[in-house]
């Protein structure tokens, strides 16, 4: 089945110790998107890609990067957790299709699951 | 800023009543709404998008949409305790890149049997 897979699901990490989550989709979508979700709170954008288009939030902190190597995968980095970066990372894929019936409709993987001790 | 506004609940209901979720959002801009369904400690799935005003029917979920009001509903009939969860109002925002997903906080709701 077509689907968007996310690794680790679960992640425990030591504070300032980087960590790389990633997401791989067999959907073949043109964006892909990564969600921060603290609990209890809404899924917060941190950035997306249009293809090979990066596009950062402007809240987004430094400490999260991205990248895209190629349309089926996508990789958050968090270059110096920190307790606060503790949550759920959601990554999503979507087709482009800015308009009508259909268009914006994301598909999440899992999510991994951030500890920061 | 952008926002998408919930009540955050907890909703309570009674097994087989009606359950009325509601949302607002505040970019004009938009024309994707959205609601999703979030299970403790899981992804977000879709239940219903909508992209016109008035109301479409999916088995026992009917989302509304209202864009002059800026307001965007779903109501759950025969509600069962499988339906316990968070729901998700998610509108696409309009910006320089495109367009994204924004979400509210949720409302969560307990059916009880």
């Known amino acids: 089945d077509a689907m968007v897979i996310q690794n680790p699901r679960y992640q425990v990490t030591q504070f300032g110790k980087p960590v790389t989550l990633s997401c791989s989709q067999t959907?073949?979508?043109?964006?892909m998107y990564w969600y921060q979700q603290k609990s209890s709170q809404a899924p917060k954008l941190l950035f997306h890609?249009?293809?090979?288009?990066?596009?950062n939030e402007a809240d987004t902190p430094d400490n999260f990067q991205s990248r895209r190597p190629n349309t089926s995968f996508c990789f958050l980095d968090i270059r110096s957790p920190g307790l606060g970066d503790a949550a759920m990372y959601l990554c999503?894929?979507?087709?482009?299709?800015?308009?009508?019936?259909?268009?914006?409709?994301?598909?999440f993987g899992a999510g991994s699951r951030l500890t920061v001790l | 800023q952008k926002e998408v506004e919930q009540n955050s609940g907890p909703l309570s209901v009674p097994e087989g009543a009606i359950a009325s979720l509601n949302c607002t959002y505040s970019?004009?801009?938009?024309?994707?709404f959205f609601w999703y369904r979030q299970y403790s400690g899981k992804s977000p799935e879709l239940i219903m998008s909508?992209?016109?005003?008035g109301d479409k029917e999916d088995g026992r979920f009917t989302a509304q949409l209202n864009k002059a009001s800026q307001y965007v509903s779903l109501l759950i009939r025969d509600s069962q305790p499988s339906d316990s969860a968070t729901y998700l109002c998610?509108?696409?925002?309009?910006?320089?890149?495109?367009?994204?997903?924004?979400f509210g906080k949720g409302t969560t709701l307990s059916v009880s049997s």
């Open positions: 970019d004009r801009g938009s024309q994707s």
């Open positions: 909508i992209y016109s005003n």
């Open positions: 959907l073949n979508h043109n964006v």
């Open positions: 999503a894929t979507s087709a482009i299709a800015l308009t009508g019936p259909g268009a914006n409709v994301l598909t």
């Open positions: 998610a509108v696409n925002l309009l910006n320089q890149a495109g367009t994204a997903l924004i």
């Open positions: 890609y249009y293809d090979k288009d990066f596009n």
